[in-house]
Nanobody, 121 residues
Framework: QVQLVESGGGLVQAGGSLRLSCAAS????????MAWFRQAVGKERERVAS????????SYADSVKGRFTISRDNAKNTVYLQMNSLKPEDTAVYYC??????????????WGQGTQVTVSS
């Protein structure tokens, strides 16, 4: 069973950048498609970006397209979310998830504990 631990969240000013990391334990990490989700206070959790097991297929929510980049390093059992040009509306708890199928929109199967991202105006 894969376990996921996010890191890299914090407080940043609007226009700034952060890189989130999601470290996975378990030898089967490279077989999973992965995704980043976020949940703001009072809102439903939403998918932000996803990546297939090779890293060759990515997709993004319209709200982050052109600003966020998802990537993975299977040798390090880690998936990343580079977030640029951050906006106050990006403020949320960010979660990584292992998906149940090879691509989005396969449902999330395993969740991390989340990391807080706060963007000040």
């Amino acid at each position: 069973q894969v376990q996921l631990v996010e890191s890299g969240g914090g407080l940043v000013q609007a226009g700034g950048s952060l890189r989130l990391s999601c470290a996975a334990s378990g030898r089967t990490f490279s077989s999973y498609a992965m995704a980043w989700f976020r949940q703001a206070v009072g809102k439903e959790r939403e998918r932000v970006a996803s990546i297939n097991w090779t890293g060759g297929i990515t997709s993004y929510a319209d709200s982050v397209k052109g600003r966020f980049t998802i990537s993975r390093d299977n040798a390090k059992n880690t998936v990343y979310l580079q977030m640029n040009s951050l906006k106050p509306e990006d403020t949320a708890v960010y979660y990584c998830a292992a998906l149940s199928g090879p691509y989005w929109p396969s449902g999330p199967e395993i969740w991390g504990q989340g990391t807080q991202v706060t963007v000040s105006s």
